[in-house]
Nanobody, 127 residues
Framework: QVQLVATGGGLVQAGDSLRLSCGSA????????VGWFRQAPGKEREFVAS????????YYADSVKGRFTASRDNEEDAAYLRMNNLKPDDTAVYSC????????????????????WGQGTQVTVSS
C-alpha cells in the first residue's frame, strides 16, 4: 500500500515556475505509475501528466505539453512535476495518484484507473 502526499504549491505570478513533489509514506513509490491531476473550482478534475515506473514513458495533457515536465527519482522515492510559464488558467488544486499494475492504451488519462490518491496542493497563478 502507498500513502501519497503532494507538496510544492503556492501563489505565483504568470510566467513563473513551480515544482510539485509527490512522496510516499507507505510502500516505495518506484513500484507505481504516478499520475498528476488538477481541479479548479466549478470544474471537473482533469488529467495533467503521467509517468511510468522507471520514468521512460511520460504522457501529458495537450494544455500543458511543452510547459510542464514530469520526472521521478527512484533513489529519492519521489515524483516531480515541474511547471514552467504558468498561466492563470493553471490555477487549481493539484493531486498525485498512483497505480501499481500495467495500463492499457490511454488509461493513464483516466482518474478512475489510479488506485491511490494524495492530498492536493493549491497552485494559484495571478496575472
Amino acid at each position: 500500500q502507498v500513502q501519497l502526499v503532494a507538496t510544492g504549491g503556492g501563489l505565483v505570478q504568470a510566467g513563473d515556475s513551480l515544482r510539485l513533489s509527490c512522496g510516499s509514506a507507505g510502500d516505495t513509490l518506484s513500484a507505481y505509475w504516478v499520475g498528476w491531476f488538477r481541479q479548479a473550482p466549478g470544474k471537473e478534475r482533469e488529467f495533467v501528466a503521467s509517468i511510468s515506473w522507471a520514468g521512460d514513458m511520460i504522457y501529458y495533457a495537450d494544455s500543458v505539453k511543452g510547459r510542464f515536465t514530469a520526472s521521478r527519482d527512484n533513489e529519492e522515492d519521489a515524483a516531480y512535476l515541474r511547471m514552467n510559464n504558468l498561466k492563470p488558467d493553471d490555477t487549481a488544486v493539484y493531486s498525485c495518484a498512483a497505480r501499481r499494475n500495467s495500463m492499457f492504451a490511454d488509461e493513464f488519462k483516466v482518474a478512475a484507473v489510479y488506485d491511490y490518491w494524495g492530498q492536493g496542493t493549491q497552485v494559484t497563478v495571478s496575472s
